[in-house]
């Protein structure tokens, strides 16, 4: 996805993401080179979460929301998601 897509979401917001993440199935040492030829080792991944802003490459969003009087908004989680992993996004 582009940055320019991200445009119409507001920070706070609620969104749900499709996206590719790199994975591991079997990381458990060393294995043959033919069993590593061909395997699959894609893992695509829904999240939901709060939009925190684009950056050049990245999208920005924390899993959770806290509000809390004495600190107003605290956020936990942080993650940061590679633009061209991402397959869909909308507002939830």
Do not use: Q
């Amino acid at each position: 996805m582009k940055s320019k897509d991200f445009k119409k979401f507001k920070i706070g917001d609620r969104i749900e993401i499709i996206w590719l993440d790199s994975s591991s199935p079997r990381n458990d040492g060393w294995y043959l080179e033919n069993d590593f030829i061909g395997s699959k080792a894609e893992m695509r991944i829904k999240t939901t979460s709060y939009f925190y802003g684009i950056e050049r490459k990245h999208i920005n969003i924390a899993a959770d929301k806290m509000i809390d009087k004495k600190y107003d908004i605290m956020v936990n989680k942080r993650l940061s998601i590679p633009l061209g992993c991402i397959e869909k996004v909308r507002k939830i």
